[in-house]
């Protein structure tokens, strides 16, 4: 006997149509992957105006301060190797085969690879500062605060954070940016 299938319930309905959203937002994402201009040029337009709005509106200054926490810790991320050369030397010590990056050119070339590769960098970057923006619009989030604290103290903790990353970077020979490199080409230089 062919016994007629139950309605599709309510719950199984917003499921599927969450599912059909959720694939075309992520076919969008992967459609932009190679426009990384164009990409972080959105996001620079995006903070510019989340900027605005917090200038006009003299407020949401802690919204502001998490959000420049935040992306300084998403900038640290994207600075620093997925395989920390420290750690690795460490636990080589603890053995007794003591490793590091190769200083000569009999040793094994091993590329920077980032714990947090540009794209998630990206993302994570404009999807904190879209939150942020919406963030300002509640007046639940407009907390009292001397602004000029928060500076001050963001600028010391963004110099003493980039200082000790600049020194495991001198340390460990890393470099995390590929402008500057020398490029070769097939047939040599």
């Not at 309510?10 to 075309?24: D, E, N, W």
């Not at 490793?99 to 050119?105: A, C, W």
């Not at 690879?113 to 794209?119: A, K, T, V």
Request: glycine share 6%.
């Amino acid at each position: 006997m062919d016994a007629l299938e139950p309605e599709q319930t309510p719950f199984a309905a917003v499921t599927a149509q969450t599912s059909r959203f959720t694939r075309q937002y992520q076919a969008y994402l992967d459609k932009s992957t190679p426009y990384v201009t164009y990409r972080w040029a959105g996001t620079g337009a995006l903070l510019l105006i989340f900027a605005l709005r917090i200038v006009l509106a003299r407020g949401w200054y802690i919204v502001c301060y998490s959000l420049a926490i935040y992306l300084l810790n998403l900038f640290l991320a994207f600075l620093q190797p997925k395989f920390d050369p420290s750690i690795e030397q460490d636990e080589g010590m603890e053995d007794g085969s003591a490793g590091g990056l190769p200083t000569r050119k009999d040793e094994e070339f091993r590329p920077f690879i980032r714990r947090l590769p540009e794209f998630k960098f990206w993302y994570s970057g404009t999807r904190a500062i879209a939150i942020g923006f919406l963030c300002t619009w509640f007046s639940v989030f407009d907390v009292p605060v001397f602004w000029p604290v928060l500076v001050v103290y963001w600028l010391i903790l963004f110099c003493l954070t980039m200082r000790r990353q600049i020194q495991h970077m001198i340390k460990y020979r890393y470099v995390p940016f590929t402008f500057g490199k020398a490029k070769y080409n097939r047939n040599g230089r």
